[in-house]
T-cell receptor
Framework: DQQVKQNSPSLSVQEGRISILNCDYT??????FLWYKKYPAEGPTFLIS?????DKNEDGRFTVFLNKSAKHLSLHIVPSQPGDSAVYFC???????????FGKGTTLSVSS | DAGITQSPRYKITETGRQVTLMCHQT?????MFWYRQDLGHGLRLIYY???????DKGEVPDGYVVSRSKTENFPLTLESATRSQTSVYFC???????????FGNGTRLTVT
């Protein structure tokens, strides 16, 4: 059973608009979450993270929001740029804190 | 250059053959990981290692063997390759608890 879920396989947004990528998790013991970005033929690269003691973390155009009661997090990209077109993975550290559990990914397409 | 490198980038092998994918990191990170990426499944953990000579199974370990005699190397061996092991394999490492994983650029393996 999937513990980290990204229910939208794809998202299309126009340049300059906001992109919102969503992620749900099932295990309330998860306490550290990360977003990764992946271009074709490259490995995933770390984008931004959030600890469960916070509900928001910002880094430039990227903001991650965490709603612990709903077991939901989202990544906001403002403004979106064509170079943001990639697959975005949501991930959470397992209970032991030893390994990352990934969602299936959302493909973001930003058109100019 | 510092970082994490995987070799080969591409590999085609036949069913039943043994094949080893190599991973080398120059950061002296304690933790190393092997993931596979498949359409519809995202990234799934195969094996991980907390330190030299310490390895543990992930979500999909069957058919794979790992070893870690040196901190910087973490090879993944398919003892008798099957078509279901056709995938893109990513190696990753991390410095410590709650640190992000840093990924290599992957090995695309095709089993015919």
């Amino acid at each position: 059973d999937q513990q980290v879920k990204q229910n939208s396989p794809s998202l299309s947004v126009q340049e300059g608009r906001i992109s919102i990528l969503n992620c749900d998790y099932t295990n309330s013991m998860f306490d550290y979450f990360l977003w990764y970005k992946k271009y074709p033929a490259e490995g995933p690269t770390f984008l931004i993270s959030i600890s469960s003691i916070k509900d928001k973390n910002e880094d430039g155009r990227f903001t991650v929001f965490l709603n612990k009661s709903a077991k939901h997090l989202s990544l906001h990209i403002v403004p979106s740029q064509p170079g943001d077109s990639a697959v975005y993975f949501c991930a959470a550290y397992n209970q032991a804190g030893t390994a990352l559990i990934f969602g299936k990914g959302t493909t973001l397409s930003v058109s100019s | 250059d510092a970082g994490i490198t995987q070799s080969p980038r591409y590999k085609i092998t036949e069913t039943g053959r043994q094949v080893t994918l190599m991973c080398h990191q120059t950061w002296s990170h304690s933790y190393m990981f092997w993931y596979r990426q498949d359409l519809g499944h995202g990234l799934r953990l195969i094996y991980y290692s907390a330190a030299a000579d310490i390895t543990d199974k992930g979500e999909v370990p069957d058919g794979y063997v790992v070893s870690r005699s040196k901190t910087e190397n973490f090879p993944l061996t398919l003892e008798s390759a099957t078509r279901s092991q056709t995938s893109v394999y990513f190696c990753a490492s991390r410095a410590g608890v709650d640190s992000p994983l840093h990924f290599g650029n992957g090995t695309r393996l095709t089993v015919t």
